[in-house]
């Protein structure tokens, strides 16, 4: 979908400010995170289905959100969506939570191994997306264009580089397709770092014409290219 999420090329929101290696700034983040890891962890939803979960906030909402706000708002969406919890079971607990002093008072402590176990084995090993599947279309050198489409669903297509021609640098098989795993479908399609010219993508206003840019893209984005390059 075509959303304020895709900020590549957009012109207004300056540089990325990189201001330390920290992973958390506040102990509600950890919190956070091991929710959303572990409700991930346990099925409820998978790592597409919550990066199109943060891609349907509210715009004005989304670009006022910190990182793991945004994290909190797909973890509630994709909870209700998936019947595991009711948008009036979240504004109660939360109206619970504000009454208190101190809120962490209401979470109930348990133990529960067999998740402990599952999380701990998340960590030491990364889940694998790369899946058997048919032969590649292309091969490293050939040259390929990128579709202009403009799905209404998730996509990890940058919006930037639609219409864009550039260059096969590596072939990586077969991995599972974002654009159909984000809405319940596992599919395998073959993946590709194709390499592009920044003046392809930026045209004369490129600041360093000379760069590359080197762009994962799955097999459904592109076609072969033409001799003209269009």
């Known amino acids: 979908m075509n959303g304020v999420h895709d900020m590549g090329g957009m012109h207004g929101f300056g540089p990325v400010p990189v201001e330390d290696d920290a992973p958390f700034h506040a102990d509600w983040e950890r919190l956070v995170f091991g929710l959303v890891r572990v409700t991930r962890s346990e099925g409820v939803y998978d790592v597409d289905e919550s990066r199109y979960g943060i891609e349907r906030m509210d715009p004005a909402a989304y670009l006022d959100a ?3 706000e945004r994290w909190l708002a797909s973890l509630e969406r994709n909870a209700t969506e998936a019947g595991v919890l009711s948008a009036a079971e979240i504004e109660a607990a ?6 208190r002093d101190d809120p962490s008072e209401l979470v109930p402590e348990s133990e529960n191994p067999a998740i402990a176990t599952r999380m701990r084995e998340t960590f030491e090993q990364p889940a694998s997306f790369d899946r058997p599947g048919a032969d590649p279309q292309f091969d490293a050198g050939e040259r390929v264009r990128v579709w202009n ?7 990890r297509c940058p919006r930037y580089v639609r219409r864009a021609t550039g260059e096969v640098d590596a072939s990586h098989g077969n991995h599972v397709f974002p654009d159909a795993n984000a809405h319940g479908e ?8 194709v390499a592009f010219e920044a003046d392809e ?9 000379d760069d590359t840019v080197h762009i994962d893209l799955w ?7 033409t001799e003209d390059g269009a």
């Open 66 to 68: 910190t990182y793991f």
């Open 94 to 99: 939360f109206e619970r939570a504000l009454a």
């Open 149 to 155: 489409d403009h799905p209404t669903g998730h996509t």
């Open 186 to 193: 596992e599919r395998t399609e073959p993946l590709y770092t």
């Open 201 to 209: 993508l930026w045209g004369s206003n490129a600041e360093t014409p």
């Open 219 to 225: 097999e459904p984005y592109l076609e072969p290219a």
